[in-house]
Every structure is written in C-alpha cells, then in structure tokens.
C-alpha cells in the first residue's frame, strides 16, 4: 500500500497482491466507484502480482470529488493513462496483463491502445467504449424499460429528450450548492436500473452520502465530456490492439452496457474472445461474473 505522487496535485492511492511472477492492473468503473479488496480475488495470487488503485478523484486518492472540485482538476482520460503507466513502471513490469469493468474496461481499452507494447492480455467485463451511443444508451435509451425512474432522473435538472444536454446539466449542478441532491439523484438511476435503490443497501459504499457524491461528481465530469474521448474512438483504434489476446465477458440483457457493444470489438479484434452469459450482471463482483473472469485471468496466466 502506498502513494504515488502525480502531476497536477493528484496522490494516487495503490496496493500490491499476490506473490506471483505475472504483473497485472485491475481497472475500477464508474468513473469513481473505486477499488475494492474483493477484485484482488478475481486473480490467483500465486500467479500474479497485482495492482488496485483508487483512480484520480476517486476512493482513497486524493483531492478527493468528495470533498471538493479539485479533484475534477488535471482529470482526464489521458491524465489516466499516464497514471496507469506511471505505476507499471513502479512495479518495475516490461508489460502486464490488464483488466477492467464497465467504465475500467473503457480505460483499459484506451491504455492498451495507447500502449500495446506494454499489454500482454486483456480481461474485461461489462464491456463499454463510452462512445456517445453507449452513453446515450445508459442515460437515454435503457429509459424506455424504466421510464417513471428516467423521468425523475431528468426532472432532477429539468432536461428531457436530450440526453447530452442532461449530463451537461448534472455536470454543472453537482459542481453548486444542490450538489448532493444531484448526486443522489444519479445514483437512484443507475442503481434502478438493477432494481436497487441505496436507501436499500445499508453498509454498502452507496449508503454513504460522500460516495455517492464523489462518484456521481466524476461520473458526470467524464460522461459531459465523453470522456474526453473522439466519439467512436476506442473502436476505430481497435487495429493497434487486434494481436493482444484479450477475453471479454458481457451479460446478453446488461441493461447499463448494451451487447452491441463489445460484439462490434470482438469482429475487430480477432485475439479476442467474447464470452457471453445470460442474464443481467454488469460488477465484476457478482454472483455470475466473478468466476468468469477469475476462470478468464487463469486462462490468460497460462497462455501468455
């Protein structure tokens, strides 16, 4: 466990498991959910040398977006990427194997194309690019099957029918004095989608008002601004990446990350495979998901 110092006033918190020969990073989602200790679980630690860290803004790095707006400051995707990097060579690996869920496989996608010398397998789940029609998917579209939870989602800013204009408008409210009622409206939508709801949930990290104002505050700031990202940008760079071999595991009805998705990536990339299962799992953590990718890092540990 320990620091690592960034430009632009970031303090990256990161942590070492496993005793193994085989470095690996695993990737956060959100924007802003954080690490959690159960992700160590996802890799054998007899075989790997993992990496968790909290993102910028998020868990214990700090500035913290629960504190305050400094932390939304030199936080980009880019700025990411060269965290990422930074701790690779940290731990001192020519190239590891890098994971990611939901907004983290997103990030490890971008890394790995930023960066294909230094990835040697990628596993990911609830796969998404944040290109804009993901995006309008998950704050948009996926509102047809949840309509009454949608329309309290955008009555919160008063923005219907458009929805880029609606992440504009949480962007700037949870940046203001209305800030946590904002943020809690956030986190009731996309927790509704999984028909779950944080008054619900007591000692789960949505319980905590800060959490929930820290994550929908980056949410919010990467999402407004497509994470700063060209809209189709991780699948037109697919071609810097089509020799890595990579697994990616995605649930048929994800109501948050449509299948389309990483269905489109794998005809692009032909070292990868797509593993799809039934149901509606998105977290690496659950139930289904779980032992698919730790089944799927096992597998990379012996094929790379």
């Not at 929908?216 to 760079?237: P, S, T």
Request: aromatic share 10%; with cysteine; proline share 6%.
């Amino acid at each position: 466990m320990a620091w690592l110092p960034r430009p632009g006033g970031h303090r990256i918190w990161w942590e070492r498991h496993g005793s193994g020969d085989m470095p690996a990073v695993w990737l956060h989602g959100g924007p802003g959910s954080g690490m959690r200790a159960q992700q160590a679980d996802l890799f054998d630690p007899a075989r790997y040398d993992l990496v968790l860290f909290d993102q910028r803004g998020a868990g214990q790095s700090q500035p913290s977006a629960r504190d305050g707006l400094a932390a939304l400051e030199a936080n980009t995707t880019a700025h990411l990427i060269s965290d990422i990097e930074a701790l690779r060579v940290e731990i001192g690996a020519e190239v590891w194997v890098v994971g990611g869920g939901s907004w983290g496989s997103c990030l490890a996608l971008a890394y790995a194309q930023a960066h294909p010398d230094r990835v040697r397998g990628l596993v990911l789940c609830g796969v998404a690019t944040s290109a804009r029609d993901d995006l309008h998917w998950l704050y948009g579209d996926v509102g047809a099957y949840f309509p009454e939870a949608h329309h309290a989602f955008c009555a919160e800013v008063g923005v219907f029918g458009d929805t880029a204009a609606c992440l504009a408008a949480y962007d700037a409210r949870l940046r203001g004095p209305k800030a946590q009622d904002a943020a809690d409206a956030w986190v009731t939508w996309e927790l509704a989608i999984f028909d779950q709801h944080w008054t619900q949930m007591p000692g789960s990290p949505w319980a905590d008002p800060g959490f929930r104002l820290g994550f929908a505050r980056l949410c919010a700031h990467y999402f407004a601004a497509g994470c700063f990202m060209d809209n189709m940008q991780i699948e037109q760079g697919m071609g810097a990446i089509t020799h890595i071999p990579g697994v990616m595991i995605h649930s048929r009805f994800d109501p948050s990350a449509p299948l389309r998705t990483p269905w489109r990536l794998s005809r692009l990339w032909p070292a990868a495979e797509l593993e799809i299962l039934g149901g509606r799992d998105h977290g690496s953590l659950s139930d289904a998901m779980k032992p698919r990718i730790r089944a799927a890092t096992d597998q990379m540990a012996g094929a790379v």
